[in-house]
């Protein structure tokens, strides 16, 4: 399959024609409106800097909230509740935190500070969402994505002691739940997710999910 170059207009050729490893388009800009179109196509930009790249990977790694799997340390957490938990509480702070994390094998982040600006205007405008846990009243873990009809895009998440990050996935996922979402996409795999019962789908399933 070919590799498409974007210009200045928003548009996106179709999800079919990426590339085996998920790459569909390059360039283009990082727009509000781009991304909003984005993300309704199951398309999602990540770039370590330069030109962006446009992807939407097949199989699609999501997790449904009613297949959670919490552990029998975490429900202790839980139910003691051991951090704080906040939804939509200082969206740009959690922004930062997430393009500061570490990250194994990732020698830089594709958190710019261009990205930090365009996602909280998506913040200000109801599409992005956040959610962060608390101690001693310190930001210590968190997470953000996109809100697309009934799925949730997530896109990054941080901690900064033990379980935080998390903590703060497994009370979104709960309160997700509790108003009607039906699938948060994780796009690609991670242990860390697949142990929190995230699993693969094809993309054809997730884009027909999406609508």
Request: proline share 4%; glycine share 8%.
């Given at each position: 399959?070919?590799?498409?170059?974007?210009?200045e207009?928003?548009?996106?050729?179709?999800?079919?024609?990426?590339?085996?490893?998920?790459?569909l388009?390059?360039?283009?800009?990082?727009?509000?409106?781009?991304l909003?179109?984005?993300?309704?196509?199951?398309?999602?930009?990540?770039?370590d800097?330069?030109?962006?790249?446009?992807?939407?990977?097949?199989?699609?790694?999501?997790?449904?909230?009613?297949?959670?799997r919490?552990?029998?340390?975490?429900?202790?957490?839980?139910k003691?509740?051991?951090?704080?938990?906040?939804?939509?509480?200082?969206?740009?702070?959690?922004?930062?935190?997430?393009?500061?994390?570490?990250?194994?094998?990732?020698?830089?982040?594709?958190?710019?500070?261009?990205?930090?600006?365009?996602?909280?205007?998506?913040?200000?405008?109801?599409?992005?969402?956040?959610a962060?846990?608390?101690k001693?009243?310190?930001?210590?873990?968190?997470?953000?994505?996109?809100r697309?009809?009934?799925?949730?895009?997530?896109?990054?998440?941080?901690?900064?002691?033990?379980?935080?990050?998390?903590?703060?996935?497994?009370?979104?996922?709960?309160?997700?739940?509790?108003?009607?979402?039906?699938?948060?996409?994780c796009?690609?795999?991670?242990?860390?997710?697949?142990?929190?019962?995230?699993?693969?789908?094809?993309?054809?399933?997730?884009?027909?999910?999406?609508?």
């Amino acid at each position: 399959m070919p590799l498409f170059a974007l210009d200045e207009k928003n548009w996106f050729p179709p999800v079919e024609d990426a590339m085996g490893d998920g790459l569909l388009a390059f360039g283009g800009d990082i727009t509000v409106e781009r991304l909003l179109l984005a993300y309704t196509k199951g398309i999602f930009p990540w770039y370590d800097g330069g030109i962006p790249l446009w992807w939407s990977p097949d199989p699609r790694f999501v997790l449904f909230p009613g297949e959670l799997r919490i552990s029998h340390s975490m429900r202790q957490l839980l139910k003691k509740d051991a951090f704080e938990f906040y939804i939509d509480q200082d969206f740009t702070e959690v922004m930062r935190n997430c393009q500061q994390a570490y990250r194994k094998d990732q020698p830089g982040t594709w958190i710019s500070d261009e990205f930090i600006s365009v996602y909280s205007e998506l913040h200000r405008m109801g599409h992005a969402h956040c959610a962060s846990v608390y101690k001693d009243g310190e930001m210590v873990g968190g997470l953000y994505g996109i809100r697309v009809n009934n799925v949730f895009c997530g896109e990054s998440m941080f901690s900064h002691v033990s379980n935080a990050s998390k903590f703060a996935f497994i009370r979104y996922v709960q309160y997700l739940d509790s108003i009607g979402i039906e699938l948060i996409d994780c796009q690609v795999h991670t242990e860390h997710l697949e142990s929190l019962g995230a699993r693969m789908i094809s993309r054809n399933e997730f884009c027909r999910l999406l609508q």
